[in-house]
């Protein structure tokens, strides 16, 4: 009889440079039962550099139903899983979303083991605004799918951030560039922890001829970060801020009502008392 059903792992593995791994991470891929990674090749050439040997087994976009299926039932028979990626947070643009909602459906607990990511390690460098942002993951690889989906996104006003392939990230680039307008400011990151890491800052149409006409755009990982576009004024707050701003400006001064409203809503004091002046005609 099983006393308790394994634990479910999901560990983040470095980017690039090898010293980013945790030691608590490390401590997981050593004491589990399975590690289940997207390539075991590259995975297990990561846990020989550590010195680990624990059991490999593969779990890829096209295998994953099956595998899942397979690991969930290890896991109800008591055994601890580690899922990895190639590279960074499990699931983030990557495998194992399946067996994480499996597992979590069966009772089994899941449990992060934090640690490196792209996307976050990205927007931590580009300058651009990050307390609200959307991540888009990959776009499609078809340019007109490409350039609906972009179109769909243009009026954002959230820092918009994409993966992007460098066999695909002049025409991407381009087609951002006749979507969201030449002038648009966007940062470009690249080999992120890696001996060539770079991180570019241009509008996205110097960024495009960039990537047309420089050899060294087409090696990597890249990140791409675009500037959310300007919000007409009130719309930042959002509906739900703007009502009730309203309602309390109708009853108090403005500092008070702006202070109250950012009690309630959450949002920021200063954007909600500009707002205020401007609904009530003082500026």
Known sequence: MVERPGVLYVVATPIGNLDDISPRALKVLADVDLVAAEDTRHSGALLAHFGIRTQLVSLHEHNEAERAAWLLERLKGGADVALVSDAGTPLISDPGFDLVRAARRAGVVVSPIPGPSALVAALSVSGLPTDRFVFEGFLPSRSAARRERLNALAAETRTLVFYESVHRLAESLEDMTAVFGAAR?????????????????????????????????????????????????????GADAERVLKALLAELPVKQAAALAAEITGQKKNALYERALELAGKK
Request: glycine share 10%; net charge negative.
């Open 185 to 237: 400011p966007a940062v470009l990151a690249r080999e992120l922890t890696k001996l060539h890491e770079g991180v570019r800052e241009a509008p996205l149409e110097g960024l495009a001829r960039w990537a047309a006409e420089d050899p060294a755009a087409a090696k990597g990982e890249v990140v791409v970060m675009v500037a959310g576009a300007a919000a007409p004024d009130g719309a930042a707050l």
